[in-house]
């Protein structure tokens, strides 16, 4: 097959690739809701989404490589990831409630949360994208799974469009939050949103120690 008949062949499988991660990543998560955060906040919005895309970019190349097939033969680790996990979900859901109970400030960033180190919050958005289990059965075991099955160049097709599905997605997310910002100039519209995180990490929490 000559490269110009190729490209079709690929460009089906990179479309593959971008379609299947975009239905996975979308879903309402704690790294969706701090990356929406820090995008309405417009605070190192570049390096949060950054961090988010890399890691995605990373976990996809090594399931499309064969990590997903040594994961599965690891579920201790994904139990410790899940408890861990679960604890750290947990009191970031605490602390969005006392957020919401804290009132105004949330679009000053000369506030605490606001002049938050770019370490602290690298540290945050790290663990939020890491001690989630699902992220590893998303990225490395079902992507994984899905592109190890095309032979190469395909699988690496498949595994470029999943990246850029997930790139696309915080540029979107990070970016496109400040279009809300005018929503946000009312402190009831944070202390809803802050209520609504808390309820997403409570039950995140919840299902992974229940094994949801």
Known sequence: MSWAESLPVFGSTYASGFGLCASLIVAIGAQNAYVLRQGLKRVHVGMVVAICASIDIVLIAAGVAG?????????????????????????????????????????????????????????????????????????????????????????????????????????????????????????VAWRVLDVLIACVMGWIALMLVSGG
């Open 67 to 187: 990590m997903g097939a040594l994961m599965t033969r690891m579920p201790a680790l994904l139990v410790v990831v899940k408890y861990v996990g679960a604890l750290f979900v947990f009191l970031y859901g605490l602390r969005a409630l006392y957020s919401a109970w804290k009132g105004p400030g949330h679009l000053d960033t000369s506030d605490r949360d606001g002049a938050q180190s770019a370490g602290g919050m690298a540290g945050t958005i790290v663990a939020l994208s890491l001690l989630n289990p699902h992220v590893y059965l998303d990225t490395v075991v079902l992507l994984g799974a899905v592109g190890g099955r095309h032979p190469w160049p395909a699988n690496l097709w498949f595994a470029l469009g999943a990246m850029s599905a997930s790139l696309v997605w915080f540029c979107a997310l990070g970016y496109g939050a400040r279009l809300l910002r005018p929503v946000f100039e009312k402190d």
